[in-house]
């Protein structure tokens, strides 16, 4: 295989996935999905490793596809395999770390045999139990489990397992017809696959993706054999309401002779009673994100290129976390992980990190009855506070870091809901100062027009803990969560009353440099 | 009768007319676009070609058409005088706040385009509409009388407002208006419920403070071309050009100056629906290759596709996210960062890589010897001999094939390839990204681009058509005559038009038709006036309606046309019927038991096709075989034919591997691929 054709076949990888990523947040209902990109969509080859992804919006997505890749071939080694195939789980520690994402395999068959499969993982609207929050108290009680296992065989769709998830959900319809969407997307991308092996006379991906992922890890120890070798540590402090004082640290360890480096989580916070724990293999992921945005961004994503990074945190750890730690808010804290990294990786390569940013993302859902006595329920919407500033730039106000997801428009929720918003502005001088700034947070408030009570689930972070600045700038302002006027120390579920007045003040990110 | 029209198209570089008579004769003219002053270099066009043909400008009775850059300017350039912007009182970020999103999230030094109008200019009035129209508040005219007198003293000649729900009743935003028109005579006032009356805060605000920014600009721009044609002597109102493909008189277009930011490109793609129509072809695809970027669209039914929202000013390298929304009827159109000037380098995987780096026309490619290093895709398409160094631009300027020999020379030299192995290798991958970036858009818009014929112009366009042809399971390629000046020959041949939307949420299932009808009926009526403004007969006009459908519970939509009658029935049953047809065609499922809902009503009024839109076919002389030169071609090289186009005669037939010359470009056929001109002047690629 010449090296230009290599790259040819690389790049059409690339391409399939992201033309499948796009087709599948166009048709499926989840309003995360469609407004805020929260899927992903891989190639991988016959043996379960990722090859290519989208690039889209969820890093956890994304890498956790790595070892939903295994998780399958273990299952179901190719060879027992029909065409007509489909495979499903939402097993929060063999794929993404919460029920929500069921990811959903497609083996890609050629002349009678596997030779790679397309993946795809979204956030589903509702998988039953406890909804989108932190207050279950253990796994079983967040919904529904489903293991590895076919969804269609041959062609024919498991009707019993359908029967079960249908029963299992409080919005059937939007979870049966993304689930769909997700099979479309499997056979299409196969299809894909298969017409871009007969223009090129391959008769399997083997050859192909063994290039693909040695190549793509030399190149990442290559960088990382230019690094100073050397332990270096950041930490990251923050709170949830209702949660003792959550503690990541890191222990960066380069090793400039094998190309490696090594993240020991060992110092962090032990597993919360919350369902705000995080599995290790979502752990791993936002590691080898971090990783690759700061050191390797021009190096595409798949098994080699995250080989390199490994991770160390021991079981039973906020980011370790065992059966049967609840997990389905695991997010809050996932989206935290970059920031002890990437204060280690400040002694390395400053000009490559962020100060910290607000983190998690503040996610909302409401529910209950409107006026006519319609039951309504709103998927998550978010809110994103600021953004670290750069070396050289200012960070993103109201804009997340390190995930990408958009915010649902306030019209789009007002037509759906009895939810009015009565403001929606960014507080200026939230970011940290410095020689750059921090972004700023934003105030959202908002009520409900009914005369019945209602119910609201928020995970909101760093209401006491601000966000530090970097290299002696002033960290960003923590944010605020009251209802009425009151500030919120509970993590669970209220019942609210009609009348009821909701304020979210989202954190601003830390500051870059001295300001002059 | 009507016998001469004339067309100018102003772009980046470009200042294209064509004049034409209706027997079919054409005389075109190009010169460079003078940014100071775009009138300068819109009037120096136009007596040019006027000119060349002896023709005077009293002589041109039939349209005068212009497509513009001068909105894009504006927006890029960020030096129109001040705007302001008025909202609901606790949402003055609306700008600044966008939709959180960051559209790249492995890029750790992302940027977001400053919004056009300025947090100390934007103010919040405290009103409040609810989603379903309702007005919750009235608007409170002091805290408006208090920011007129603000803006009066502030010296702001333009503003917009931009109410929450205001899609679903303009009330508020219209009793704003009249009080700002009150206290402020003569400032221009734009209203996001007239302008984008859609769902969906944020895009809605950055349309109308587009739409608020640009108006101080573009209406005397618009004034001083109309008034210097009068003086000229032309008798003809001027048309413009606007982005979803139609004109519509220049006054019309001074009040929504945000319709007319892909002008341009929007002409070159209706020369494309016009050669569809002219060829038969159901299908086409527009593909204009430059110097620094790549366009496509796809035609269907003789129709550019359209889109309801796009982007423009992406600042931070052409991405996607990275530039200010637009909700307004625009055609489709695939931007790729593609094209002659675009740098191949080694990567960090050690394999080669072409782009996003461009060396444009400055340096520009090693060959052109103004300094630059890189090979170019241009310096790889002069390598295989794809190119004749002597012949580049009708000879005018002398490309350096050693330097483009040395320079891949060199970059082979770390990969391990030798020279034409690398400009192989950089043709081939051009051609996937561009393929590929092609079949992604189209996946995401349900359009199938399997084995649809290309239309190619553009500088590169021919010399890569055919490869990207194969890439799409093509296996035909149209050059049209006149590629240099497409653009503005297809505003020449446009029909007038104008696209409303009203946003309506309403269930299929729940229908209330009155609503439905009322809104049909006020667009009707708007179009029609603007239409006729634009010097049709009412009879002649023909009005489509539409409307934007999707699951209930989905936010993304399909529009699906009706036809008339079927909105005279009141049949829901068939309009359901015809949104899953469109569904399962796009994306091959089909949900049963869930309801359909409506998003928004659309119509669309077209003014009459023109008549005699006829093209002289180029000047028959004798064929004349120039040359052989030794061509490097994906999956091998020979010696190949080399003939010169205004050579070749009408029905000639040839088998590729060949090269046809023309002054701005080279056709590129592969082997494998045949030849024949068509009565349009068209030179048809065929495969196989």
């Known amino acids: ?516 | 009768m009507a016998d001469y029209s004339i067309a100018v198209d102003i772009g980046g570089t470009f200042t294209d007319v064509v004049l034409r008579h209706s027997d079919g004769r054409f005389w075109v003219d190009k010169t460079l676009t003078t940014p100071h002053d775009l009138t300068e270099g819109f009037f120096g066009a136009i007596s040019a070609v006027l000119g060349k043909a002896n023709v005077s400008a009293e002589m041109v009775d039939d349209v005068a058409v212009h497509a513009t850059t001068v909105v894009t300017n504006a927006v890029i350039e960020r030096r129109a005088p001040k705007a302001a912007l008025l909202v609901t009182a606790g949402f003055r970020d609306v700008l600044a706040i966008r939709d959180e999103c960051r559209s790249d999230i492995f890029d750790n030094q992302l940027e977001v385009p400053e919004p056009l109008i300025s947090i100390d200019l934007t103010y919040g009035i405290v009103e409040r509409t609810r989603a379903d129209g309702t007005i919750a508040a009235q608007v409170d005219r002091q805290s408006v009388e208090a920011v007129a007198k603000e803006l009066a003293a502030n010296g702001v000649e333009s503003v917009a407002v931009c109410l929450l729900n205001s899609y679903k009743n303009p009330a508020n935003e219209r009793l704003v208006r009249q009080i700002l028109q009150e206290k402020c005579p003569g400032i221009l006032i734009s209203l996001s419920s007239d302008i984008a009356p859609q769902m969906r805060e944020y895009p809605r605000a950055s349309t109308t403070a587009l739409n608020a920014y640009t108006a101080p600009i573009v209406k005397p721009y618009l004034e001083a071309l109309q008034h210097g044609l009068r003086r000229v002597g032309f008798k003809q109102d001027l048309l413009i050009m606007i982005s979803s493909g139609g004109v519509i008189s220049s006054d019309v277009a001074a009040t929504s100056p945000v319709r007319m930011i892909e002008s341009g490109p929007a002409a070159g793609a209706l020369a494309a629906a016009y050669y569809a129509k002219r060829l038969g072809l159901d299908a086409l695809l527009s593909f204009d290759m430059g110097g620094t970027t790549a366009k496509a669209c796809f035609i269907q039914n003789g129709t550019p596709l359209v889109t309801g929202t796009f982007e423009v000013d992406r600042i931070y390298r052409f991405q996607q996210g990275s530039g200010l929304p637009v909700t307004m009827p625009c055609i489709d159109l695939i931007e790729i960062g593609a094209g002659g000037g675009s740098i191949a380098s080694m990567d960090k995987l050690k394999l080669l890589a072409v782009g996003p780096q461009s060396a444009g026309s400055n340096p520009g490619p090693v060959c052109y010897g103004r300094g630059g290093t890189m090979p170019t895709v241009t310096d790889a398409d002069l390598a295989l001999g794809m190119l004749d160094p002597e012949r580049f631009l009708g000879g005018e300027m002398a490309l350096d094939e050693d330097g483009a020999q040395h320079a891949l020379a060199r970059l082979g030299q770390d990969l391990g390839l030798d020279q034409h192995q690398v400009a192989l290798g950089i043709y081939k991958l051009v051609g996937e990204s561009m393929a590929a970036a092609i079949r992604a858009h189209a996946t995401e818009k349900g359009v199938d681009w399997r084995g649809v014929p290309l239309l190619a112009f553009g500088g590169a366009g021919p010399v890569h058509a055919c490869y990207v042809a194969e890439l799409l399971e093509s296996s035909t390629v149209i050059y049209p005559p006149m590629a240099s000046v497409l653009s503005a020959f297809g505003a020449l041949v446009t029909p007038v038009r104008l696209d409303l939307v009203r946003s309506e949420l309403t269930s299929l299932a729940e229908m209330n038709w009155s609503i439905a009808s009322a809104h049909i009926e006020a667009m009707s009526q708007e179009a029609t006036r603007a239409l006729v403004k634009a010097g049709c007969a009412a009879g002649e006009l023909v009005i489509s309606v539409l409307a934007d459908m999707r699951y209930r519970g989905q936010h993304n939509e399909l529009t699906v046309p009706f036809p008339s009658d079927l909105i005279v029935r009141r049949d829901v049953v068939e309009m359901k019927h015809l949104f899953e047809q469109i569904y399962h065609r796009n994306y091959g499922v089909k949900l049963d038991d869930l309801d359909v809902e409506i998003v928004a009503w659309r119509v669309t009024a077209n003014g009459p096709e023109h008549q005699g839109s006829r093209v002289e076919p180029a000047k028959v002389a004798t064929t004349v075989r120039n040359q052989t030169r030794l061509v490097r071609f994906p999956g091998g090289q020979s010696e190949v034919p080399v003939y010169s186009r205004s050579a070749l005669k009408r029905h000639e037939k040839l088998n590729g591997p060949l090269v046809i010359e023309e002054r701005e470009t080279t056709i590129i056929i592969l082997p494998g691929w045949n030849v024949e001109v068509d009565d349009n002047g068209c030179i048809h690629a065929i495969r196989g």
């Open chain 1, 1 to 516: 295989m010449d090296s230009v054709l290599i790259r040819v076949l690389w790049n059409n990888l690339v391409s399939i996935a992201n033309e499948q990523a796009r087709a599948l947040r166009r048709t499926t209902f989840s309003p995360v999905v469609r407004e805020a990109g929260d899927l992903a969509v891989a190639v991988l080859d016959r043996r379960g490793r990722l090859i290519a992804n989208a690039v889209t919006g969820a890093p956890g997505h994304i890498n956790t596809m790595r070892t939903a890749g295994v998780a399958f071939t273990e299952a179901f080694p190719a060879d027992t395999l029909r065409p007509g195939d489909h495979l499903i789980t939402n097993d929060p520690w063999l794929a993404s770390s919460h029920f929500f994402d069921i990811t959903i395999f497609s083996p890609i068959f050629y002349q009678g045999n596997v030779v790679g499969f397309i993946g795809s993982c979204i956030h589903h609207t509702d998988v039953g139990g406890y909804g989108m929050g932190a207050g279950a108290r253990d796994i079983h009680e967040e919904g529904l489990w489903i293991p590895p296992l076919k969804l269609y065989d041959g062609d024919v769709p498991d009707k019993a397992l359908h029967a079960i998830i249908k029963r299992n959900t409080r919005e059937p319809e939007h979870v049966i017809g993304d689930i769909a969407a997700q099979v479309s997307c499997g056979r299409i991308g196969s299809e894909r696959i298969v017409s871009l092996m007969e223009r090129y006379g391959l008769s399997d991906l083997q050859r192909l993706s063994d290039v693909i992922i040695a190549r793509s890890e030399e190149a990442t120890r290559e960088r990382i054999r230019q690094l100073p070798a050397g332990t270096y540590h950041g930490e990251t402090r923050f709170d949830i309401p209702g949660s003792d004082e959550i503690i990541l640290r890191a222990a960066v360890t380069i090793d400039n002779v094998k190309g490696e480096i090594i993240s020991d989580f060992t110092e962090s916070s032990d597993a919360s009673p919350l369902g705000i724990n995080v599995c290790l293999n979502y752990t791993i992921a936002y590691n080898a994100f971090t990783m690759h945005c700061c050191l390797t961004p021009e190096i595409p994503n798949n098994n080699g290129s995250m080989e390199p990074f490994k991770v160390i945190a021991p079981e039973g750890s906020i980011l370790n976390a065992r059966y049967p730690s609840p997990v389905s808010a695991r997010h809050v804290v996932g989206m935290h992980v970059p920031m002890p990294l990437m204060k280690a990786l400040y002694q390395v390569t400053p000009e490559t990190v962020l100060a910290e940013s607000a983190g998690g993302l503040w996610s909302v859902q409401i529910f209950g009855r409107d006026q006519s006595e319609r039951p309504f329920a709103s998927s998550m919407f978010n809110f994103s506070g600021g953004m670290g500033a750069r070396a050289n730039k200012n960070g993103l106000s109201a804009t997340c870091y390190p995930a990408g997801i958009s915010a649902v428009p306030m019209e789009v929720l007002e037509a759906e809901m009895p939810i009015v918003f009565d403001r929606k502005e960014l507080i200026r001088g939230t970011g940290g100062d410095g020689q750059y700034r921090g972004g700023d947070g934003q105030v959202v408030e908002f009520h409900l027009e009914t005369d019945k009570s209602w119910m609201l689930n928020a995970i909101v972070s760093r209401t006491a803990h601000h966000s530090d600045g970097l290299g002696g700038a002033e960290a960003g302002a923590p944010g605020k969560f009251e209802i009425n006027g009151k500030t919120v120390t509970d993590p669970r579920k209220f019942v609210m009353a009609p009348e009821d007045r909701v304020l979210l003040v989202t954190p601003g990110g830390g500051g870059f440099g001295q300001s002059k």
